[in-house]
């Protein structure tokens, strides 16, 4: 039985704005249920808009206007505590839960890294700001002994950030984020800017990492392969939405919601010569998404039986699980057509 470290039900997060009188909601996240589990990988996937960003912002409690959580549940059980996450105060964020119990590696490191200070400085801030430091040299030898663990040389410490190659200065940060064992740690494209072998290297760390301290890893990126190389269970989202949730080898081997189905097959495969094809339309815009499934407009199982699945237009498919752990919200699916 896995652990469950945080528990989100029908969260609904959306961006409201108001020009020239007229008040406009961006449906960002539209009912998200979903478990993190402690000691996993889990991936979210998906392409551009589709809502990873703000669902990282959402999880990670940094909501700030004019996004606002207008519905749901998001229950923390943290270390010290269950923490509910949907109105934490800013003050608890400070104190209790950034760093300490979730943290954040970026897609660009020097965004945490600031440039004209020594590495040690960047350590030296955080830790002041989350729990003092009162011996000068204890905290050196946590730090040195802090990133030795993550494979890195101690000598980077006396570095600046732009002595340090794209791919060390990802591992700086990798290092910032766990150094206070955070109970998870969110990655949000963290390989994008290297090149594949760089890659490689930093995402085998962030692996190593999570498998040491049986913490969460929460790793968004569109790339597919990184999911299918790094993540235990994945989850596919679309529009806002929850499309498909599984283990990684159930999401890779036996998609079965429409949307994902396309994203698998769209993966290159050595040796296949023949062409791919690529859906009609485009992801919709959130300030007036479709009504029912929001896939409906591109999907091709909807296209073939439109006369039979009306619902498809009007109603919201909801997330069942198929066995396994395997969720998927597509009505199609719900009456046998695909799983
Ligand atoms: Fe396609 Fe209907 Fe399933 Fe949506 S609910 S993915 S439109 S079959």
Redesign the pocket.
Known sequence: MQEILMEARDLCAYYTTEMYGISREVKAIDGVTMNLYRNEIYGVAGESSCGKTTLIKVLSGTIKPPLKINHGTMQYHFKKGDMDMVGVSEEDMQSKVRWKEISYVMQGSMSVLNPVRKIVKTFEDIIKTHEGITDKKAFIDRVTEHVKKVGLPPDILNEYPHELSGGMRQRVAIALATVFQPSLIIADEPTTALDVVVQRGVLQLLKEIQAASGNTVLLVTHDMAVHANVADRVGIMYAGRLAEEGTTETIFRNPA???TKHLISSLPVIGEKAAKTSLEGTPPNLANAPEG?R??PR?P??AKNAAK?ER?KTEV?VMKDYGNGHRIA????EEGGIV
Do not use: I, N, S, T
């Open positions: 919601h429409p949307y499934c896939f409906h999907c199982y909807y699945m498809c498919p597509c009505h199609f699916c």
